[in-house]
Each structure stands twice: as structure tokens, then as C-alpha cells.
């Protein structure tokens, strides 16, 4: 058992996650302190729910008055409680209550009392509070990594099963295709409908339904490329070499085979040269499409 995610903010900006294939749920910070503001939040979370993804937001503690930072994080958030996760990230780094955990027991209480959801505290192993955590009935959001190398979605993270946890984050060091920097990864010990529980205990919202997938597109023959610059590959791998490219309304004859790889469904064709070449023609999920029949 168990779901594939990431967490996020604004230095993700931009990130289509549409394109990061297997990935079952986003926790995206949304507040930090009493007046900031992930500049992405928005976007995040709306591209979030729009996927069906399963959904968290997380308020970083910066310990400056604990009755300030809930009704902050409570302000941003109010729109979409039962739909999320909430979180409280708690670390040492722009926290000026670090090592006080009456103050984070204080912004707990206030936090859970504001929105009616017990939040998660994400915390590092090593300094994990779980005696606060069991007092609040809160969730716990591990961070432990086994060394910083990059790596993708890991079924068995190093050292599961020394300890029980509702998420543990694995790495900061996490590479997908569709998304050219690192990212913190993270799996989530539960279903969908134990998250959809964390989410709305009282069972008033329903949870995020699982998306459904779209069919793969029919191949072969003459397409028409619907973007600005559509590239052709030597593999059906956003990653692999470029070896030519098709502009915005240009045409291109693909044989009917249909190539799932990645997070696309990519058409093909015997080029020039005798070699396989390949192309984007639509995302899995359907959010995205590169050429259509002409």
C-alpha cells in the first residue's frame, strides 16, 4: 500500500504536473509567517484539483506570534478545506520558535480549532515530535533521507517500517520527466479514502475522485502539429535527442502505432535516415495535445 507525491512551492513555479507521470498527490505550501504568500499557490492547487490529484497545503512555521500564523494560513486555505490535507512545517530554518514546542502545541490547538481538520506535523526524524503529535491526533509527515542521490519514485524507501507514519518525505533530490530541477518526493502509507478521512474527518466534502484517464489517440496518417514547436525524437522520451522539428501547422504522416511512455502517448514514423523517429502527440491525462488528424 501505498501513493507516490511531491511537495511543492513558489520555487516550483511554473511546473505543469499534468506531465509527472505516477504521481498520485501534491502537498503544496501555501503560507509562511503572518503575511507570506506562495506567489503559485493558486495556480498549484488549482491545476492540482483540476487533475483529481489527491491534495495537501502546508503553512511553514516562522514562530513570529502563533495566533497571527493560524489565522493566516486559515485565510489562504479556507476555500478549500475538505478537499486537502492540512500540514504545519516545522523546522529550524526562519523559525524563531525553534526548539520551543509550547509554541508549536499552541499553533496546533489554534490551527485545528480555525479549520475543524486535525493538521499533520512534517518534521524531521530526528527531531520528530511525537508526543505533540500523538495530543493532537495529528498525522506524522516524516523527513528522513538515505543519502542525496538523485532518484525517482521508490517503492521501499530506505529504513520503511522502523517507524509508523502517515507520510514520509525521502528525498529533496528527486528527478521526473516533465520537470527539469529536483523535487522533495514522498509516499503516503494509506489509500485514497484514508487521505479523503485526513481531509474531512466529518465526511461533509467528499474526497477527489480518481482521475479517470483518457483513451489513447488513433494513429495513422496525415496530422496536423497544433503548438508552436513540436520536436521529434530519437526515443519516446521527452529527455531523448532531438532530431528534427515540425512548426505550428505543418503536417506529418504517423504509422498507426501508438507508444505510451513517459506520461504521453507519442506517434511514430520511419524517417529519412531508415531509424524510428517519434513525437508528443497527447498527454496520458489527456491535458495536452500536440497534433491531431489533419
Known sequence: MGLNGIDISGYQKGIDLGKLNGLDFVIIKATQGRNYLNPAFKAQITQALDLGKLVGVYHYVSG??????????????????GQVIICIDWEEIQNSAWGNLNYLDQLMTLIN???????????????????????????AWVAQYANDNATGFQAVPWNEGAYTC?????????????????????????????????????????????????????????????????????????????????????????????????????????????????????????????????
Open 113 to 139: 480549532g480555525l479549520t475543524g481538520v486535525p493538521a499533520l506535523i512534517y518534521a524531521s526524524k530526528a527531531v520528530f515530535p511525537w508526543d505533540l503529535a500523538k495530543k493532537h491526533n495529528a498525522g
Open 64 to 81: 513570529i506570534g502563533a495566533k497571527d500564523e493560524a489565522q493566516w494560513f486559515y485565510n489562504n486555505i479556507k476555500p478549500y478545506l
Open 166 to 294: 502517515a507520510i514520509r518525505q525521502y528525498t529533496a533530490n528527486g528527478h521526473l520527466d516533465g520537470w527539469g530541477g529536483a523535487l522533495d518526493l514522498d509516499k503516503a502509507y494509506m489509500t485514497r479514502e484514508a487521505w479523503g478521512k485526513y481531509a474531512n474527518p466529518s465526511g461533509s466534502v467528499s474526497p477527489a475522485p480518481a482521475p479517470v484517464a483518457p483513451s489513447a489517440p488513433k494513429l495513422g496518417g496525415q496530422f496536423k502539429i497544433l503548438v508552436d514547436g513540436l520536436n521529434v525524437r530519437s526515443k519516446p522520451s521527452l529527455s531523448a535527442s532531438v532530431v528534427a522539428h515540425y512548426n505550428r501547422g505543418e503536417k506529418v504522416w504517423l504509422d498507426s502505432t501508438v507508444t505510451k511512455a513517459n506520461g504521453w502517448y507519442w506517434g511514430t514514423y520511419i524517417g529519412a535516415s531508415g531509424k524510428r523517429r517519434y513525437i508528443a502527440v497527447q498527454s496520458v491525462d489527456g491535458k495536452h495535445v500536440y497534433a491531431k488528424r489533419a
